[in-house]
């Protein structure tokens, strides 16, 4: 059993910064990467950013220069630091891994419960 478990949400001003944390436990055998989604009300879920194991990193265009994705290799973390906050990035932010929980068996992907971000004007 896989879990992800984010923190570090929460309301800030416009201009402002977060750092959101995601943590990953249970029966992990090798993660291909970790990354961050988000939500908005009425919206699509999208991706954010993404990071690889060689710490190869992959950013949506309208948070680059603006967030950094980290990771944790040995204690299976990955961060985001988010700068320059708009009201846009208003959303619920999702953690993913895509992993394997054993040896033999093959990647899947794992959601975290998600925290809120709310930036005001």
């Known amino acids: 059993q896989v879990q992800l478990v984010e923190s570090g949400g929460g309301l800030v001003q416009a201009g402002g910064s977060l750092r959101l944390s995601c943590a990953a436990s249970?029966?992990?055998?090798?993660?291909?990467?970790m990354g961050w989604y988000r939500q908005a009300p009425g919206k699509q879920r999208e991706l954010v950013a993404t990071?690889?194991?060689?710490?190869?990193?992959n950013y949506a265009d309208s948070v680059k220069g603006r967030f950094t994705i980290s990771r944790d290799n040995t204690e299976n973390k990955v961060y985001l630091q988010m700068y320059s906050l708009k009201p846009g990035d208003t959303a619920v932010y999702y953690c993913y891994a895509l992993l394997k929980t054993g040896s033999g068996s093959y990647y899947q992907g794992y959601w975290g419960q998600g925290t809120q971000v709310a930036v005001s004007s």
């Open positions: 990071i690889a194991g060689g710490s190869i990193a």
């Open positions: 249970g029966s992990i055998f090798s993660i291909q990467f």
